[in-house]
C-alpha cells in the first residue's frame, strides 16, 4: 500500500516539514511512503471559468496535474498544515480550488480510485484547538469531495518553530499508529 504526505506550508524546513518527516518515518514501516510539498509544485490559481463543469478537465495544465497523480497512486493521504490566519495556507488553498473537476457536486466530474483514505494534521503557534480544528475541517472537506473516506485527525498548538515539534513526538507517533 501507498501513502502520501503533504507538507501544505511553503515553507520547506519548519516545523509542518518536520511532522511530515515524523509521519513518514512511521508510516515508512508499513507502507511505501512519498512526502511532498505544496511549494514544489507550480499552481495557478482557478480562473473560475467553469469549463471544468461540463468537461470534468481544467482548462489550465501545471503543477495540479502531477500533485494529482500522486493522489491517485495513493492508498493512504495525510495533509499536514499549519494555520494561516485560522484556515490552510494560500498555496494549499489554490490547489485545493483547482482539484473542481474531481469535485463530486457536479456531473461530469473527474474521480480518483475509490477505497483513499485520509488523515489531516494541523498545527498553530498558539493555544486555541478552535484554529486547528478549522483548518482540519478545511482538509476533511476537501476529502469529502473527491470521495476520500476522512479517517483522522491531530491538532497540535503552541507550535511555531521546529525545535517545538520535538516535544510532541510521541503524540504524532501514537496518530500514525492508527493509520
Same mark, same amino acid.
Given at each position: 500500500?501507498?501513502?502520501? &504526505?503533504?507538507? /501544505?506550508?511553503? &515553507?520547506?524546513?519548519?516545523?509542518?516539514?518536520?511532522?511530515?518527516?515524523?509521519?513518514?518515518?512511521?508510516?515508512?514501516?508499513?507502507?511505501? @511512503?512519498?512526502?511532498?510539498?505544496? *511549494? *514544489?509544485? *507550480?499552481?495557478?490559481?482557478?480562473?473560475? /471559468?467553469?469549463?471544468?463543469?461540463?468537461?470534468?478537465?481544467?482548462?489550465?495544465?501545471?503543477?495540479?496535474?502531477?500533485?494529482?497523480?500522486?493522489?491517485?497512486?495513493? *492508498?493512504?493521504? &495525510?495533509?499536514?498544515? #499549519?494555520?494561516?490566519?485560522?484556515?490552510? #495556507?494560500?498555496?494549499?488553498?489554490?490547489?485545493?480550488?483547482?482539484? @473542481?473537476?474531481? /469535485?463530486?457536486?457536479?456531473?461530469?466530474?473527474? @474521480?480518483?480510485?475509490?477505497?483513499?483514505?485520509?488523515?489531516?494534521?494541523?498545527?498553530?503557534?498558539? #493555544?486555541?484547538?478552535?484554529?486547528?480544528?478549522?483548518?482540519?475541517?478545511?482538509?476533511?472537506?476537501?476529502?469529502?469531495?473527491?470521495?476520500?473516506?476522512?479517517?483522522?485527525?491531530?491538532?497540535?498548538?503552541?507550535?511555531?518553530?521546529?525545535?517545538?515539534?520535538? #516535544?510532541?513526538?510521541?503524540?504524532?507517533?501514537?496518530?500514525?499508529?492508527?493509520?
Amino acid at each position: 500500500m501507498n501513502a502520501l &504526505v503533504i507538507n /501544505c506550508s511553503p &515553507v520547506r524546513d519548519g516545523a509542518t516539514a518536520e511532522i511530515v518527516k515524523i509521519v513518514s518515518d512511521c508510516l515508512g514501516e508499513r507502507y511505501s @511512503t512519498e512526502c511532498a510539498c505544496i *511549494d *514544489d509544485y *507550480d499552481i495557478h490559481f482557478c480562473r473560475g /471559468c467553469r469549463r471544468c463543469h461540463t468537461t470534468a478537465e481544467c482548462v489550465q495544465h501545471d503543477g495540479v496535474d502531477a500533485l494529482m497523480a500522486r493522489f491517485e497512486r495513493a *492508498d493512504v493521504i &495525510v495533509c499536514v498544515s #499549519p494555520s494561516y490566519w485560522a484556515d490552510v #495556507p494560500g498555496q494549499f488553498k489554490a490547489f485545493i480550488d483547482r482539484c @473542481t473537476p474531481w /469535485c463530486n457536486t457536479h456531473e461530469p466530474h473527474a @474521480t480518483l480510485s475509490g477505497g483513499k483514505r485520509g488523515y489531516a494534521i494541523a498545527l498553530r503557534t498558539g #493555544p486555541g484547538m478552535p484554529e486547528c480544528q478549522r483548518v482540519i475541517s478545511s482538509i476533511e472537506h476537501f476529502y469529502g469531495h473527491l470521495e476520500i473516506e476522512r479517517c483522522g485527525s491531530l491538532g497540535l498548538c503552541s507550535v511555531e518553530y521546529r525545535e517545538a515539534v520535538e #516535544p510532541r513526538r510521541a503524540e504524532i507517533v501514537r496518530f500514525c499508529e492508527q493509520i
